[in-house]
C-alpha cells in the first residue's frame, strides 16, 4: 500500500521513466513484501530551473519520497533502500549518489482504504512486520 513520488529533472524518455517505476516497484515487493499488483507510484518532473540539485551530483539526481505504514523493522528499510539504488543502477544507470529517498511512515489508523476504513481494520492481505 505505499505510495511513491519521484521528483527528477524533466526530459527522460518514457522507457527510461518506466525502468525507473519498474525498479522501484521490484524493490518494494522485495523488501517491503508488498503485492506486486499494488502500484501507486507518480512521477513529477521539473525543469531544470525549477529543481535545485546538490552541486556534487548529476543532472540524474532524484528524489524519492515513499510513505508507507508504519511497522516495519530497520532491516527491511535497509533492504529497500539498497535495492533501490541497485535497481536503478542497473535498470537506468543512476549512481548511488544521486538517489535521495525519504520515508514517511504514518500509523494504519492514519490512512484509509477501502471504502473509508482505516486500513488498521481491514485485511490488507499482506503483513507489514516483515
Given at each position: 500500500?505505499?505510495?511513491?513520488k519521484?521528483?527528477?529533472r524533466?526530459g527522460k524518455?518514457?522507457?527510461?521513466?518506466?525502468?525507473?517505476?519498474d525498479?522501484?516497484?521490484?524493490?518494494?515487493v522485495?523488501?517491503?513484501?508488498?503485492?506486486?499488483?499494488?502500484r501507486?507510484q507518480?512521477?513529477y518532473?521539473?525543469v531544470?530551473?525549477n529543481?535545485?540539485?546538490?552541486?556534487?551530483r548529476t543532472?540524474?539526481?532524484?528524489?524519492i519520497?515513499?510513505t508507507?505504514?508504519?511497522?516495519r523493522?530497520?532491516?527491511?528499510k535497509?533492504?529497500?533502500?539498497?535495492?533501490?539504488?541497485?535497481?536503478l543502477?542497473?535498470?537506468?544507470?543512476?549512481?548511488?549518489?544521486?538517489?535521495a529517498?525519504?520515508?514517511?511512515?504514518?500509523?494504519?489508523?492514519?490512512w484509509?482504504v477501502l471504502?473509508?476504513?482505516?486500513?488498521?481494520?481491514?485485511?490488507?492481505?499482506?503483513?507489514?512486520?516483515?
Amino acid at each position: 500500500m505505499p505510495t511513491v513520488k519521484i521528483e527528477m529533472r524533466a526530459g527522460k524518455t518514457a522507457a527510461y521513466k518506466k525502468a525507473l517505476l519498474d525498479g522501484i516497484h521490484q524493490a518494494l515487493v522485495d523488501a517491503f513484501k508488498i503485492p506486486d499488483y499494488d502500484r501507486n507510484q507518480k512521477i513529477y518532473e521539473l525543469v531544470s530551473k525549477n529543481m535545485e540539485i546538490p552541486s556534487n551530483r548529476t543532472a540524474d539526481y532524484i528524489v524519492i519520497e515513499i510513505t508507507a505504514f508504519q511497522g516495519r523493522p530497520m532491516e527491511a528499510k535497509r533492504n529497500l533502500y539498497k535495492n533501490i539504488v541497485t535497481e536503478l543502477s542497473t535498470r537506468v544507470g543512476i549512481k548511488s549518489d544521486d538517489v535521495a529517498i525519504i520515508l514517511h511512515e504514518v500509523p494504519m489508523e492514519n490512512w484509509s482504504v477501502l471504502g473509508g476504513k482505516p486500513a488498521s481494520e481491514v485485511d490488507l492481505e499482506f503483513n507489514v512486520k516483515v
